[in-house]
């Protein structure tokens, strides 16, 4: 038994097998597909004291919901889209020109939706999350990490006073005084 799991770990170990096929069509309407399938949606639920409410049923588009929908892995979209010509090994490659070319391409698809994907989940995010259909702390949390905002604050001063504004209550004191 042993030599049937030692046999199977260096077989998918090894860079073996056919590469997923690629369709652009194919694979720009599954994107289409894909966003209009993940639309928020009102549902009737109970509270505690038997109430209907009528509650927000999130379907915020993410990446790796969009893998799971298409069938493939996180990792199989992220190398298309991390792809490299530079770090290309063009002897192993037969149609070189052909292959660089649709991959080129591919590279370019993905990327698009990676964008589509990001832009409407940061566009949810922000109208819904101000509009407080949305948890607050999730969608801060979600915008932090994938859309690189930050909660900015002044720590140039340092509790301290500021030199200039020093400079002008001083002078304005001084005006003052003498008026």
Not at 9 to 16: F, H, I, Q
Not at 41 to 63: A, C, Q
Request: net charge positive; charged share 35%.
């Amino acid at each position: 038994m042993e030599t049937d799991i030692t046999h199977m770990a260096t077989k998918y170990s090894r860079k073996t097998g056919r590469p997923q096929k690629f369709d652009k069509e194919v694979f720009l309407k599954k994107l289409d597909e894909y966003l209009a399938s993940r639309q928020d949606e009102p549902e009737i639920v109970r509270d505690r004291r038997g109430s209907k409410v009528v509650h927000l049923k999130v379907n915020l588009p993410t990446i790796p919901d969009f893998c799971e929908f298409l069938g493939i892995t996180r990792v199989t979209l992220y190398n298309w889209k991390d792809w490299d010509e530079k770090k290309e090994n063009l002897k192993t490659v037969k149609n070189k020109k052909e292959d660089i070319a649709m991959k080129r391409e591919r590279k370019k698809i993905v990327e698009y939706a990676f964008e589509k994907i990001l832009n409407e989940q940061y566009t949810r995010l922000i109208n819904r999350g101000l509009a407080g259909e949305y948890n607050p702390t999730i969608a801060k949390l979600i915008l932090t990490n994938n859309h690189g905002m930050k909660e900015k604050a002044d720590i140039t001063s340092g509790d301290k006073p500021i030199p200039l504004l020093d400079y002008v209550a001083t002078r304005n004191n001084n005006s003052n005084k003498q008026d």
